[in-house]
């Protein structure tokens, strides 16, 4: 697969924590500069079964700046495979779907009325014999990677694993990779997404059903909202602990897990795990100065 999991470091975090909770962030985003964090975990089961059923095309959907998108781009190129992206909107030249295009991508842009109704979408294709991967890697394939981020360091001596979920796919995958002993907390990006235990659980054994939190209270208005104050952590972030994170998911995770920490949220005494799930690109939607790193 072309990835070397041996870059990922556990990263100590002491500006997050106190004397009764220690704070750590899993660097996943270190894998890789394109194919960042979660994504490949996400995709590698997925790319396994589309080359034993012999599919040399990917495709997808995803947004303009998606994380997601530009991964399968850039992992198709490394494995020898074409790939297709269906873009929510109007056409634009946003540096991901540009990064994309080089890579090889071919670009579908969509309505968005449209892009609620994929299955007609990927009705309309079924003749291509493309293999087929849910926006964001949202499957069995996906969870059961996601699962294996568990195993890249030894994770056992922490209580609490603590992950950003928008579709679920990561957060189902930590339960079905954590012990009996910890607990898993996923922090949603998206508002109102009371769905999403929902979705985990679609992902999850029965014996492992609910075995997890969520909370709803840090999406700062919703997917892909950055107020002032959100970049104003993400830069106060990066001072203290020289930790890059992006404004759709990691910025909210870790704001997120230092004030739990305040509320005296967690058990004392705490060892947390917070995984730091990359989509560093994402930033690039920023005019140029919004962040210091």
Known sequence: MLFDTNKIIVQELPSLGNEHTKVSTLRTDLIHPIVSGNKWFKLRFFLEEAKRLKCNTLASFGGAYSNHIVAIAAACKLNGLASVGFIRGESCNSPTLMEAEALGMQLHFI????????????????????FWINEG????????????????????????????????????????????NQSVLGISVLKNNFGLNEMVNVLLPPEKSNAFTTIHDYHFGGYAKYPTK??????????????????????????????????QYFNQPANLLIIHSGGLQGNRSLEPGRLIF
């Open 111 to 130: 309505s968005r009325d449209a892009y609620k109704y994929k299955e007609v979408v990927m009705g309309e294709f079924a003749n291509k014999g493309w």
């Open 137 to 180: 890697g949202y499957g069995i394939n996906g969870a059961l990677g996601a699962a294996s981020i568990l195993l890249v360091k030894d994770c056992s001596a922490f209580t609490h694993i603590i992950c950003a979920a928008g579709t679920g796919t990561m957060l189902a995958g930590l339960v079905m990779g954590a012990n009996e």
């Open 230 to 263: 959100l970049i104003e952590y993400m830069n106060q972030l990066y001072s203290r602990e020289q930790l890059p994170t992006d404004i759709v998911y990691t910025s909210k995770l870790f704001y997120a897990t230092e004030d739990l920490i305040q509320q």
